[in-house]
């Protein structure tokens, strides 16, 4: 679809159909401002909250799944043994409980924080005028929510909006993993996959120290309940340590690289500068501390890429 619009000031715009995209040729134009939108936020603006009932479900089953480990392994392992094994007992009474909260906090703000989003509607023909761009400058228009839309953004049928550095949607956090909460998502893999391990070496001893007793004192459950209780910690241990250690290191690689899950998928070719390896990770955690292990401090943000005629300020 081509057409000129000529303003008073002499404003020109060529739209040219690109899949499901429009490229938009600017020519001159003022900066502009928008207030937040709303879509998708919940208590007053405040958290991002996407209402996908499968999302919402395997959240809850997240959750219900790190309180079966943390009720396992304190009342069937860890809490019957203090008497006989004390500084084993507490230690990992605290080693357990810190990595179920960071894995939960983790969880939480990945769930909650906005991954990214583009503001919608922002493509219209009276925004373009008031733009501040440079002559000949092209950006690309999102038909699906009328959006102005950055590079390397793309557009999640279940958010329903376009997201910058979108890698996926992930269901087991009910939101899409962008630029701004990737860092939460690694951090939340990480700490499920070493909470996973930490639990099937714990059903490992507990096995091992209730055949040696012959299931006598062992457990203040009977031994049927101890063995289908241990069973299915084990077999959640195993399964996502699996599945989660996969996922880190899909994360760990994109990072490397440079180039989202998305990007991978479609094998699209790099518009973009590549930044270093180094930088790259430096462009999610930020330089290195303890901090990047903490769901407690937000990823960094590049100025460079708060573009008034991308982002609402």
């Avoid at 809490?79 to 179920?100: K, R, Y």
């Avoid at 250690?245 to 490397?256: D, E, K």
């Avoid at 390896?277 to 901090?291: A, E, N, Y």
């Amino acid at each position: 679809m081509n057409y000129n619009n000529h303003s008073n000031n002499s404003n020109q715009f060529q739209m040219e159909q690109r899949d499901d995209d429009l490229s938009i040729n600017v020519s001159s134009g003022l900066g502009f401002t928008s207030d937040m939108d709303m879509h998708n936020r919940c208590c007053s603006g405040r958290f991002w909250c996407i209402q996908d009932i499968c999302g919402i479900i395997c959240v809850v089953l997240t959750w219900f799944l790190i309180l079966y480990s943390m009720f396992v392994s304190f009342f069937v392992i860890l809490i019957p043994a203090i008497s006989t094994h004390t500084i084993f007992s507490v230690f990992n009474l605290i080693l357990f409980m810190a990595l179920s909260s960071l894995a939960f906090i983790s969880h939480v703000r990945t769930m909650l924080t906005d991954p990214g989003a583009v503001p919608r509607g922002n493509a219209t023909k009276e925004m373009i005028q008031r733009m501040g761009l440079q002559q000949g400058q092209v950006i690309f228009k999102c038909q699906k929510c009328c959006s102005i839309k950055p590079e390397r953004a793309h557009h999640c049928s279940v958010c329903q909006r376009c997201v910058r550095k979108m890698d996926h949607h992930c269901p087991w956090v009910n939101n899409c993993v962008g630029e701004n909460n990737q860092k939460f998502f690694v951090l939340f893999t990480f700490y499920i996959a070493t909470l996973s391990v930490h639990s099937l070496v714990l059903v490992i001893l507990q096995f091992i120290s209730c055949v040696h007793s012959e299931w006598k004192e062992c457990s203040t459950y009977s031994p049927p309940a101890t063995v289908i209780l241990l069973l299915f910690l084990g077999f959640e241990a195993l399964l996502f340590a699996i599945f989660t250690t996969i996922m880190l290191g899909t994360q760990m690689q994109a990072i490397w690289n440079d180039e989202t899950g998305i990007e991978q998928l479609k094998k699209e070719e790099a518009r973009w500068i590549r930044k270093s390896r180094w930088k790259s990770f430096h462009s999610v955690f930020g330089l290195f501390s303890i901090q990047w292990f903490s769901p407690f401090t937000n990823p960094p943000l590049d100025g460079k890429k708060r573009n008034a005629y991308l982002y609402a300020v």
